[in-house]
């Protein structure tokens, strides 16, 4: 099939589907809240003033998360990093980050932060990485502002300090990509749907509708967090029959694709061009470890007994929450989501970073779990019995962050590509390129880089100089002739292997 054919039925099909839901969201439920029994709205709730132990509390945790990121934020890009720093970043038009689509890798807000970023501070590694960092810190605070309405100061304090300390999510907190964005407006947007289910506030169903519809302007899977609230709100529908409550989230949802399409209308046409490109965007091969790795991601840890604690703790903090539509939608908001993607879907370029979002309320649950353990054993009626429960639930959250927190300040993860490029900074030599996007290699190089297409081109530049440089970025779409040229080098050159990168010192 002709590939303009196939993008016209793509968007033809994407347009039927907004127009079913239009449909249904419209008329069907334009009916039903107009037919609907009017009751009174809560009075909203009157939360208790935050003390100054507490925003002391919260400022450490909060200094902390920086000291422990801060450090890593000038490191080398790494291959996700660099591309978007390239392409949609540095030294190109904010049009670019806006509009710009490549193998779905532009996280679109993230893009236009950090291309203002450097235009305000240059264009150093941790200019590119400000606007992760930041909205890193932000999510922290946001956790601790959920959990502290709907838990505990307590719980909400050691949410975020558990939150702060993560692993997985410290590794997206000094990253140049759009994970911690998602997280921070997944958060924000969660606790304003609550809010306005509970009081039916239309400042926060405005809140609902900025936030939401930015999550899935950070990244694609944001939309992922519209269809599970959706669905919560259908039940909260269908069971209140529509009460004064649900109005504000009615018109929100009835916003939502409209404000969403609007921003992401200028990437329409490359992100339908780019579904058809990759031919089968969906039913790629089914990848059997997928769930172990998220497992591992979310886990942080390696000692069976800590895992295994942490997941009672998390199950115990779902078990124990006040709302139990609230303990479904955070269980729900990794799980579901990973599931129909993983099993069903199967999208092409799926990774587990995609559903990092889901990281606040875990953290959250695990928790609201330790409160939960230590009010059970509080409640026994021996002292020792007490007393022993109530340490054990302290003493593993306690192992549990300290181990994070080791695995936070460790050596940092494989070095980035301004270390594999050292060689080529360092030495005089005459350098070259090949491979699938070595064109990134211009952010370090400061200068033209020969891109090697051909033999003869290889043959031609081994000839200009006694020694020569050639780093081969080798990737899984590198082309035959390219796979040809490095099989050449390994054959005539030296070569020392560095990550997603080898390089090649050639002498006659």
């Not at 609902?208 to 302007?217: G, I, R």
């Not at 519209?226 to 669905?231: E, G, N, P």
Request: aromatic share 12%; charged share 15%.
């Amino acid at each position: 099939m002709d590939q303009a054919v196939r993008l016209v039925l793509f968007l033809l099909a994407a347009a039927a589907v907004w127009l079913v839901f239009t449909i249904i969201h419209v008329i069907v439920f334009r009916r039903w809240v107009r037919d609907a029994v009017e009751v009174e709205a809560a009075p909203p709730a009157v939360e208790a003033p935050v003390r100054r132990i507490e925003l002391a509390c919260l400022a450490l945790i909060l200094g902390a998360a920086a000291a422990i990121n801060l450090p890593r934020l000038t490191g080398g890009l790494d291959y996700d990093e660099l591309d978007t720093a390239v392409r949609f970043v540095v030294g190109v038009p904010l049009w670019t980050a806006v509009a710009g689509v490549r193998a779905f890798n532009n996280h679109v807000a993230f893009s236009i932060l950090a291309n203002l970023s450097v235009r305000l501070f240059g264009s150093a590694e941790w200019a590119i990485r400000l606007p992760a960092f930041l909205l890193g810190l932000g999510t922290i605070y946001a956790l601790w502002r959920f959990a502290r309405t709907w838990t505990t100061a307590w719980t909400a304090l050691l949410s975020a300090g558990l939150l702060a300390v993560m692993p997985y999510f410290a590794e997206w907190t000094r990253a140049a990509r759009g994970y911690t964005g998602l997280a921070f407006m997944t958060v924000w947007s969660t606790h304003a749907f609550f809010l306005a289910l509970r009081d039916g506030s239309k400042r926060a169903a405005r809140a609902h509708t900025v936030s939401t519809t930015l999550a899935a302007y950070f990244h694609l899977y944001g939309l992922w967090i519209v269809l599970l609230q959706y669905a919560a709100f259908l039940t909260v529908v269908l069971r209140r029959r529509g009460s004064p409550n649900v109005r504000g989230l009615w018109r929100s949802f009835e916003v939502l694709p409209l404000l969403v399409v609007i921003l992401y209308l200028p990437q329409i046409p490359s992100l339908a061009a780019e579904v058809v490109r990759r031919q089968a965007p969906f039913g790629q091969p089914f990848q059997a470890t997928l769930a172990r790795d998220l497992f591992n991601a979310y886990t942080g840890v390696d000692a069976p007994v800590l895992v295994a604690a942490l997941w009672v703790l998390a199950a115990l903090g779902a078990l124990s929450l006040r709302k139990p539509l609230m303990a479904g939608y955070l269980v729900a908001l990794p799980t579901l989501p990973f599931l129909a993607a993983w099993l069903l879907l199967r999208p092409y370029a799926l990774q587990i970073r995609f559903f990092s979002y889901g990281l606040p309320g875990f953290a959250l649950l695990v928790a609201n779990g330790t409160r939960a353990a230590e009010n059970w054993a509080m409640a026994r009626p021996v002292g020792w019995a007490r007393a022993a429960g109530a340490t054990a639930a302290a003493l593993t959250v306690a192992v549990l962050a300290g181990a994070w927190l080791r695995a936070d300040i460790r050596p940092p993860r494989p070095a980035g590509y301004r270390e594999l490029l050292k060689e080529f900074l360092a030495t005089p030599l005459p350098n070259a390129t090949l491979g699938g996007d070595s064109y990134m290699f211009t952010y370090y190089l400061g200068r033209p880089e020969r891109e090697i297409h051909s033999v003869a081109e290889l043959d031609q530049f081994m000839a200009s100089a006694p020694t020569v440089l050639v780093g081969h970025q080798y990737l899984i779409f590198n082309t035959p002739e390219e796979l040809e040229i490095a099989a050449r080098l390994k054959a005539r050159c030296s070569n020392e292997d560095r990550g997603p990168m080898m390089l090649y010192r050639c002498s006659r």
